[in-house]
């Protein structure tokens, strides 16, 4: 990787994207300290780290760097903009008009439907800062200044921050190195490194100290895994009947069908997180975080939250694979470009193959996502001073994956780029 990224800044082009994408980092994270108006920053975050830490809100806070617990100005961060784009591609699904769009509508399609996800971008997050501030001022102690005025100010703050986050990531992918807003997130979880490597270093006392050297080399073998399994997949053979047209003869070769074994990425993780988090975040709201349910049933540390929050991410890898493969489609276009898998008929057959081979990575990528999703949780409840850890399996995920991406596509401008020149 820094063999990449050193070869990389030696060329002028790439340097300058890379500088580009290193400033606007540093632009954001200059925002993401920036408090808004009328809000008691000490008081808050006493308040979430009592009380919020351990709901949907935690993981809100993990994706913003931290800014959501201390109500800065970007501490929506950008998950309005990924819900707008998970709502845009779920009704693309469900909205004829929108399928057409996608499918048919060429640049011009993908430009509205980029326009309709930014105004819903706009709209959730004038819903999501509405909501932030409703939870603010119901805390007590926290709004400095209750008035009309002040909360227009608080909400459309965090409205014009999450646009900002939105507009930065899209210039980052236009020019920089590209992928802005997972960047973005990127940038976000390094920079909770530091308190978790404080931490670590707590820990290494006469009676922890074994216990920091176990978190070290489970995360190096945690990063060695994701690795893996990242660039891990099913290679469906298909081959390619010969055909004449006039006095040439097209086809003929062998090739295969990739199917990557972490097909769904870190989605699933997101939602079972967010709906297993659901109960605690009504407990936290509702002030019943003493009672016996939340302790032993609704904590992100307790094993009835662990169990179901697997299975949740069992069933979210599922849909979410259905919703990017079909296999019926995938046949039909093999079919049409004379392709076919060796020992299977085209058409229904070689569909209903595709269709058990994507079950079969599916539940093995379903098993992997709870492994690392679990295992911090797992690690907590036996190794107390694990809990303190500011980190989890989610942002491991993110992190080494937007790094071999980042990496994957440095390599492919330099290889563009040396063809170019060779075929000048």
């Known amino acids: 990787m820094f063999t990449t990224l050193r070869n990389a800044w030696a060329i002028p082009e790439l340097r300058k994207k890379l500088i580009f994408t290193i400033l606007i980092m540093l632009l954001y994270r200059i925002g993401n300290v920036i408090p808004v108006p009328y809000i008691d920053v000490a008081t808050l975050g006493a308040y979430f780290e009592s009380v919020l830490s351990n709901t949907i809100l935690g993981l809100y806070n993990a994706m913003s760097g931290s800014a959501f617990s201390s109500a800065t100005i970007l501490a929506l961060s950008i998950q309005p903009y990924i819900n707008a784009s998970i709502i845009i591609q779920l009704l693309t699904i469900a909205i004829p008009a929108l399928e057409r769009l996608s499918k048919d509508g060429g640049e011009e399609g993908k430009k509205k439907l980029n326009t309709i996800t930014r105004f819903t971008t706009v709209g959730l997050g004038l819903l999501m800062g509405w909501a932030y501030y409703m939870m603010l001022k119901n805390a007590g102690g926290i709004i400095i200044d209750d008035s009309f005025l002040a909360a227009i100010v608080i909400i459309l703050s965090f409205t014009a921050g999450s646009t900002a986050v939105m ?207 679990l295992l911090p949780i797992v690690a907590g409840n036996l190794l107390p001073a694990v809990k303190n850890l500011a980190i989890g399996g989610t942002s491991v995920i993110i992190v080494v994956s937007v790094a071999l991406e980042t990496v994957q596509a440095l390599e492919a401008q330099m290889l563009m780029r040396h063809y170019k020149g060779f075929l000048d």
């Open 167 to 373: 507009w930065l990531g899209e210039q980052i992918t236009e020019h920089g190195i590209g992928n802005g807003i997972s960047m973005i997130l990127f940038a976000n979880i390094v920079s909770r490194l530091p308190s978790m490597g404080g931490s670590v270093i707590d820990m290494i006392n006469p009676t922890q100290w074994w216990q920091a050297i176990l978190v070290v080399v489970g995360m190096a073998a945690l990063i060695i895994l994701i690795v893996f399994v990242n660039d891990a997949e099913r290679r469906i053979p298909v081959q390619y009947a010969k055909r004449v047209v006039g006095r040439k003869v097209y086809g003929g070769q062998s090739t295969n069908l990739p199917i990557k074994v972490s097909m769904t990425g870190v989605m699933p993780i997101i939602f079972a997180q967010s709906i297993a988090s659901l109960p605690a975040t009504i407990c936290a709201f509702g002030g019943w975080t003493n009672n016996w349910a939340y302790k032993n049933m609704f904590d992100s540390s307790s094993w009835i939250y662990a169990g179901a929050y697997f299975l949740l991410i069992f069933f979210f890898s599922w849909f979410y694979a259905t919703i990017q493969y079909d296999p019926v489609e995938i046949a039909n276009n093999m079919k049409k470009n004379g392709g076919f898998v060796p020992g299977f008929r085209p058409g229904k057959p070689t569909a209903d193959f595709i269709k058990k081979v994507i079950n079969k990575i599916v539940v093995f990528g379903a098993i992997y996502l709870g492994i690392v999703a």
